[in-house]
């Protein structure tokens, strides 16, 4: 698809739907317990 062919997209601050939040300030700790290990592999799938 050329460029020219190419929808054009709304700018990023015309779009309200959306909602990005900042990155946090604090690392981020992700606990792994025997109690939700089949739940928290389900997610790790999903993860990238």
């Known amino acids: 698809m050329n460029r020219e062919q190419e929808p054009t997209l709304p ?3 015309e779009l309200s739907d ?4 900042p ?3 604090s690392p ?3 606990i792994r317990t ?3 290990e089949q739940q ?3 997610q790790e799938k999903k993860q990238p």
């Open 11 to 13: 700018d990023f601050k």
């Open 18 to 21: 959306r909602v990005i939040a």
């Open 23 to 25: 990155p946090p300030d």
């Open 28 to 30: 981020i700790i992700r």
């Open 34 to 36: 025997n109690l939700d």
């Open 40 to 42: 928290v592999e389900e």
